[in-house]
């Protein structure tokens, strides 16, 4: 007797970004007019530049660009951040990067569940920014203890999607009918609930601590707080957010806007103030508000190497130091103004940050390569078939986050009255604990992805095997 056949983790990735996508547009209609806004801009971009048209479908990001997503869920505690890892590797998504965001006022440290190889993301690139509570940044001991307590009583993912993991786990994979009910039930866990599990003054007591650790504890679980759509010019976006009734951030964080796009680019508009629900002593609820999701729009480029991450991270302090103050809105032309002189020093097209090994590229025969007899490019080095016109190189796009954007986009969207810092170290060690193994170094994944791109040049050339 034949069993169903298995449905394929990207494919079951796919479609949980857009029952996701779906999910968030009937919660946050804002969403919507964001998606509209970033489609318009996009169509817009890719007309007005046929260079930037032929590096996207060069590299086949053009094919993955509409459904480009990535969300962003905050959990509270090792159990539920251990049982995602396991629900996320269902699609085939493990954790890459671990970003430290208290040195920066945010009292979590996270890492980014993704695909890994390029084939999976050009499939689906859907990718969630995954943060765990920090309790121990908590300095009130009662106060630890609560929320500790007030964690420890729920439970985030409903009986079947355990059972629906566990069955992926020890056959492989899950049929067609399973991945149906194992996207719906997983949707469970990130679905917006407006009744807190907490009384109004537990909640004011977590909030004045710091709004993301009420947004965490109070309620029934990691609602998704963020969708976030990837625009071409992220620029063109911020300044036509105003005209579609939605108000963005001051400053747009990352880089400044370059001719080569580098890592990423991030804006937002404000957090939506909604009504929620309290639990009183005797049982009621007590209406009341509470500010959490918002929009987030973002412009990724090209993935730095650890050279590259070194120049970009001195360039951008040094804006920052200059500055002197965080970026408003009284201060936002000025900061922008000093973020271009910086980066000046950072090499504005491709073939020098190539040369320079300042980011990470891949590489494909030509055409002319191709045609050409093998003989005539046998003894010749990289740089070589790349004057030769035998081999052309793409940046490769940045798949991962920035702990600095991260923070400071969390940051104009729940309040600066939180504190500058906290004490503590970054936990790297502690958060694998939680996690249930280790996480996965970024840059070693586009050190591999460029060298397969060598390897499958070499083979196409009938060459020996080609480094930098």
Not at 400 to 407: E, G, I, K, N, R
Not at 430 to 442: A, C, H, K, M
């Amino acid at each position: 007797m034949s069993h169903p056949p298995f449905v394929h983790p990207d494919e079951i990735r796919a479609r949980f970004s857009s029952a996701m996508s779906d999910m968030y547009q009937a919660e946050v209609p804002l969403y919507g007019a964001l998606l509209q806004l970033v489609a318009e801009t996009n169509c817009q971009t890719l007309e007005q530049s046929a260079e930037l048209t032929q590096h996207l479908q060069q590299t086949g990001e053009i094919t993955r660009l509409s459904m480009e997503r990535h969300g962003a869920i905050r959990v509270g505690t090792a159990a539920e951040l251990a049982t995602l890892c396991r629900l996320f590797a269902v699609m085939d998504m493990v954790p890459v990067g671990y970003y430290d965001l208290a040195p920066a006022g945010v009292p979590v440290h996270s890492t980014a569940f993704r695909a890994v190889h390029e084939a999976s993301l050009q499939t689906c690139p859907f990718r969630i920014f995954t943060s765990l509570l920090r309790l121990d940044l908590i300095e009130q001991p009662e106060l630890r203890q609560q929320a500790a307590d007030i964690l420890a009583k729920r439970n985030i993912f409903t009986p079947r999607v355990i059972e629906l993991i566990a069955k992926h786990e020890i056959a492989g994979g899950l049929t067609g009918h399973e991945t149906n009910e194992f996207i719906t039930q997983s949707l469970e866990i990130f679905r917006w609930h407006n009744q807190a599990t907490v009384s109004a003054e537990v909640y004011q007591q977590l909030h004045d601590q710091h709004r993301l650790i009420a947004d965490v504890v109070a309620f029934k679980g990691p609602h998704i707080n963020h969708l976030t759509p990837r625009t071409l010019n992220i620029d063109a976006v911020q300044a036509a957010m105003p005209k579609h009734n939605i108000t963005p951030k001051a400053v747009i964080e990352g880089p400044p806007p370059r001719h080569c796009p580098i890592l990423l680019r991030q804006t937002s508009f404000k957090a939506l103030e909604e009504k929620v629900a309290f639990v009183s002593s005797d049982g009621h609820f007590v209406p009341g508000q509470h500010t959490a999701r918002f929009g987030e729009i973002e412009q990724r480029g090209a993935a730095l190497t650890a050279k590259g991450r070194n120049l970009y991270d001195r360039l951008l302090q040094a804006a920052q130091d200059q500055l002197q103050v965080p970026a408003n809105e009284k201060n936002a032309a000025q900061y922008m103004a000093m973020l271009h002189e910086h980066f000046r020093q950072f090499p504005d097209d491709y073939p020098t940050m190539r040369t320079e090994k300042l980011a990470y590229f891949r590489y494909f025969p030509t055409e002319k390569s191709l045609k050409e007899p093998a003989a005539s490019r046998l003894n010749l080095t990289l740089d070589e078939l790349i004057e030769a016109g035998l081999i052309q190189f793409e940046p490769l796009v940045y798949e991962d986050f920035l702990p600095v954007s991260a923070a400071g986009i969390f940051q104009s969207n729940l309040g600066d009255k939180g504190q500058s810092h906290f004490a503590g170290h970054s936990s790297k060690q502690d958060f694998q604990r939680d996690l249930g193994r280790d996480v996965i170094d970024e840059l070693q994944l586009y050190e591999d992805t460029q060298q397969r791109s060598l390897t499958a040049c070499a083979l196409a050339l009938k060459l020996a095997p080609l480094s930098l």
